[in-house]
């Protein structure tokens, strides 16, 4: 088996784990709901539709949602929480996580390679990408905790 297929193997594995896991704490929270304070307000014929709309149509926003960063987690759960009958849920779970393991395998494959690579040829200029990849990282996280706690001083103020 080839580098690809294994690495796709593997984390289609882990994906169909994951997002199913995701999907079950999903339906066990909607069930905890419906028993609890929440559940006056979900059997109003509003929530009921919006329930009714997403067990009908929210495959295919599913299997979409694996070739988003962010996304995919909540996408699952909702499906979960708003009871997606498995007959809907799998299927999209079964091709979305296939499309998702199939990228992350070919594209994390090359990445890898050619940093393999510019390490091999260029130890200087491999470790030098690599260090300008980790400061810009690094830079954008500081970037949002930052402006994450303006926002929140700003609000907080606002609120006074």
Do not use: C
Request: hydrophobic share 55%; charged share 15%; net charge positive.
């Amino acid at each position: 088996m080839g580098k690809v297929a294994l690495t796709a193997a593997g984390l289609y594995a882990i994906v169909l784990l994951r997002a199913g896991g995701t999907f079950a704490l999903g339906w066990l929270a909607g069930a905890g709901a419906r028993r609890g304070r929440l559940a006056e307000r979900m059997s109003a014929p509003k929530f009921r539709s919006v329930e009714r709309a997403i067990q009908r149509w929210g495959a295919p926003v599913v299997a979409v949602s694996f070739l988003t960063v962010g996304f995919q987690t909540a996408a699952n759960f909702l499906a979960g929480s708003m009871h997606m009958p498995l007959s809907r849920y799998l299927p999209a779970l079964f091709v979305g996580g296939a499309g998702w393991a199939l990228v992350y395998a070919t594209v994390g494959i090359g990445a890898l390679e050619l940093l393999a690579r510019l390490f091999a040829e260029q130890t200087a200029i491999g470790a030098g990408a690599v260090t300008a990849l980790l400061l810009a990282v690094g830079g954008v996280m500081v970037y949002r905790r930052r402006k994450t706690a303006k926002t929140n001083r700003n609000t907080a103020a606002d609120e006074s």
